[in-house]
């Protein structure tokens, strides 16, 4: 079925209305108001002409103006393809019955034109618009013994021009819905990408109120702690002021474990039902694109938050851009546990490139994941270091020093 038509009813199975925009419901008021003036028309002329059959005239264009208005009123002729079809065929019934009464029936081949494309499929819409031609120049030679060159081009022209308009405005209209499903697509979009971002926001803070926490209140005190009990240690055993360090001491102690708890309940929530190695392992398992293998080796170890963060975030973004630009068939991520260090390797088959090249012009498209890594990698006192060649693959290494609370 065609689009619906600016200059006719809403198309069969269409909503209606709601595709009507102001101008197509001038057009299709432009419709009834030619069809109309052409019935007054032949109607006028046989009365205006003292024709012997203008009883008749009259009678036909009465009842082709009825057939018209009750299809313009019926629902069911603007949701299905048969009953359109059918108040077509009752249309032109009546239009043959006035071409036999009258030769001013030619002209109301116009308007007929257009609801024949409009309520048909093309290719039948445009044999009906030959038809029609057709038998409005049949008609109008019945009742002149002249053959004027307009009998013939009148009609031939206005068949032509129909079907041209008709095919200019389903371009048209299809170009117009292509733009309103790309707006609303972009509109999604960018809702979607505000989401996102208000979420890296919300997580982003989470983690650095973590990494402030961690570094600021959690060590001083800790070294509160420790200078107290250092203190204690110093004071003879029957000093007035060993209660009040030991009350000090305590305090400190008990702010410290309640630091650490604000720590894990700002920690991202890749971390908060598990171990690093779990939510590495959750990132390879859940990787579209290549094959992700994790594996662990060393002893396991407890790490600060501010380092679980580092190294997930590293291995995201690492494993990110091997999905979106490494063409890579597989990829292995492995964390290792050493005496003094904990190091990540993120290492794939991909197609590589050039470290130089990439740090040292990034483009619009990204270029930034490697030196946010680095940052992250640096800012915990770590080394970050990228091998690769074009064709050789990517081999992504971290290594970060372990916390004289995480060697204890």
Same mark, same amino acid.
């Given at each position: 079925?065609?689009?619906?038509?600016?200059t006719a009813l809403p198309a069969?199975?269409?909503?209606?209305?709601?595709?009507?925009?102001?101008v197509s419901r001038v057009l299709?008021?432009?419709?009834?108001?030619?069809?109309?003036?052409?019935?007054?028309?032949?109607?006028?002329r046989a009365v205006a002409d003292?024709?012997?059959?203008?009883?008749?005239?009259?009678?036909?264009?009465?009842?082709?103006?009825?057939?018209?208005?009750?299809?313009?009123?019926?629902?069911?002729?603007?949701?299905?393809?048969?009953?359109?079809?059918?108040?077509?065929?009752?249309?032109?019934?009546?239009?043959?019955?006035?071409?036999?009464?009258?030769?001013?029936?030619?002209?109301?081949?116009?308007?007929?034109?257009?609801?024949?494309?409009?309520?048909?499929?093309?290719?039948?819409?445009?044999?009906?618009?030959?038809?029609?031609?057709?038998?409005?120049?049949?008609?109008?030679?019945?009742?002149?013994?002249?053959?004027?060159?307009?009998?013939?081009?009148?009609?031939?022209?206005?068949?032509?021009?129909?079907?041209?308009?008709?095919?200019?405005?389903?371009?048209?209209?299809?170009?117009? /819905?292509?733009?309103?499903? =790309?707006?609303?697509? #972009?509109?999604?979009?960018?809702?979607? !990408?505000? *989401? &996102? +971002? @208000? %979420?890296?926001?919300?997580?982003?803070?989470?983690?650095?109120?973590?990494? /402030?926490?961690?570094?600021? =209140?959690?060590?001083? #005190?800790?070294?509160?702690?420790?200078? !107290?009990? *250092? &203190? +204690? @240690? %110093?004071?003879?055993?029957?000093?007035?002021?060993?209660?009040?360090?030991?009350?000090?001491?305590?305090?400190?102690?008990?702010? #410290?474990?309640?630091?650490?708890?604000?720590?894990? *309940?700002?920690?991202?929530?890749?971390?908060?039902?598990?171990?690093?190695?779990?939510?590495?392992?959750?990132?390879?398992?859940?990787?579209?694109?290549?094959?992700?293998?994790?594996?662990?080796?060393?002893?396991?170890?407890?790490?600060?938050?501010?380092?679980?963060?580092?190294?997930?975030?590293?291995?995201?973004?690492?494993?990110?851009?091997?999905?979106?630009?490494?063409?890579?068939?597989?990829?292995?991520?492995?964390?290792?546990?050493?005496?003094?260090?904990?190091?990540?390797?993120?290492?794939?088959?991909?197609?590589?490139?050039?470290?130089?090249?990439?740090?040292?012009?990034?483009?619009?498209?990204?270029?930034?994941?490697?030196?946010?890594?680095?940052?992250?990698?640096?800012?915990?006192?770590?080394?970050?270091?990228?091998?690769?060649?074009?064709?050789?693959?990517?081999?992504?290494?971290?290594?970060?020093?372990?916390?004289?609370?995480?060697?204890?």
């Amino acid at each position: 079925m065609t689009p619906p038509l600016a200059t006719a009813l809403p198309a069969p199975g269409d909503p209606g209305v709601r595709t009507l925009t102001p101008v197509s419901r001038v057009l299709r008021l432009c419709l009834h108001a030619l069809l109309f003036g052409l019935l007054a028309l032949a109607a006028g002329r046989a009365v205006a002409d003292s024709a012997p059959n203008a009883g008749w005239v009259i009678a036909a264009c009465a009842v082709l103006a009825a057939v018209y208005l009750a299809g313009v009123r019926t629902p069911a002729v603007h949701r299905s393809v048969r009953a359109g079809a059918v108040w077509l065929a009752g249309l032109c019934a009546a239009w043959a019955a006035l071409l036999v009464v009258s030769p001013d029936g030619l002209w109301i081949a116009f308007p007929l034109y257009f609801l024949e494309l409009h309520l048909l499929r093309l290719r039948w819409g445009v044999a009906a618009v030959a038809v029609t031609a057709a038998a409005a120049i049949g008609g109008f030679l019945a009742h002149s013994s002249a053959v004027p060159p307009g009998a013939f081009l009148g009609p031939l022209l206005g068949g032509a021009v129909a079907v041209a308009t008709v095919l200019g405005y389903q371009a048209l209209y299809r170009e117009s /819905e292509r733009r309103r499903e =790309l707006i609303e697509e #972009l509109i999604t979009t960018r809702a979607e !990408l505000a *989401a &996102a +971002e @208000r %979420s890296a926001g919300i997580l982003a803070e989470r983690e650095r109120l973590a990494r /402030e926490i961690h570094d600021t =209140l959690a060590q001083g #005190l800790s070294s509160i702690q420790l200078l !107290l009990r *250092a &203190a +204690e @240690r %110093s004071l003879p055993e029957d000093s007035a002021a060993l209660p009040h360090i030991g009350r000090a001491r305590e305090a400190a102690q008990e702010n #410290l474990a309640e630091a650490r708890r604000f720590v894990r *309940a700002l920690t991202p929530p890749d971390l908060e039902h598990g171990s690093l190695p779990a939510a590495l392992e959750r990132l390879c398992s859940g990787a579209p694109g290549p094959r992700v293998r994790f594996s662990l080796s060393g002893t396991p170890r407890s790490l600060p938050t501010p380092y679980e963060v580092a190294l997930l975030r590293i291995a995201q973004s690492a494993l990110a851009n091997v999905v979106r630009h490494a063409e890579a068939g597989r990829a292995e991520i492995t964390l290792t546990f050493m005496d003094s260090s904990v190091t990540l390797d993120i290492v794939d088959d991909g197609k590589g490139f050039d470290p130089c090249a990439a740090s040292s012009a990034p483009s619009g498209g990204g270029g930034f994941g490697l030196p946010a890594m680095r940052s992250r990698a640096e800012t915990l006192g770590g080394l970050f270091t990228v091998e690769s060649a074009p064709g050789q693959g990517t081999a992504v290494a971290v290594t970060l020093p372990l916390p004289a609370e995480a060697l204890s």
